[in-house]
């Protein structure tokens, strides 16, 4: 892993390629397992895959509840003064 690292360095690539790289190589090794383990194992990667997606979801739900449990009001906004422009006189036809 740390060749690799440094092969990507020497191509002068940012760092944002670099951690996508990473990223991409890492979900394929991983989709990789997983579709192992599904052959092998299926009635159990089933289970342990809905946990964890189970799992994700409220995880998340907890993360907003926090949020907008310890969150501040934003403070109120204030209107904007109006300027009020004189009204022109519109002339009338037939008076």
Do not use: C, H
Not at 16 to 41: E, H, M, Q
Not at 66 to 79: Q, R, S, Y
């Amino acid at each position: 892993m740390l060749q690799l690292f440094n092969a990507l360095r020497e191509y002068a690539m940012n760092r944002d390629r670099v951690v996508g790289i990473i990223i991409l190589l890492t979900s394929i090794i991983i989709l990789l397992v997983y579709g192992w383990f599904l052959y092998f194992t299926p009635m159990l990667v089933l289970q342990i895959t809905a946990l964890i997606a189970v799992g994700a979801v409220l995880v998340i739900a907890a993360w907003i509840g926090w949020t907008m449990a310890t969150t501040p009001p934003p403070a109120p906004l204030e209107a904007e003064p109006t300027a009020v422009l004189p009204r022109e006189k519109t002339e009338t036809v037939g008076q």
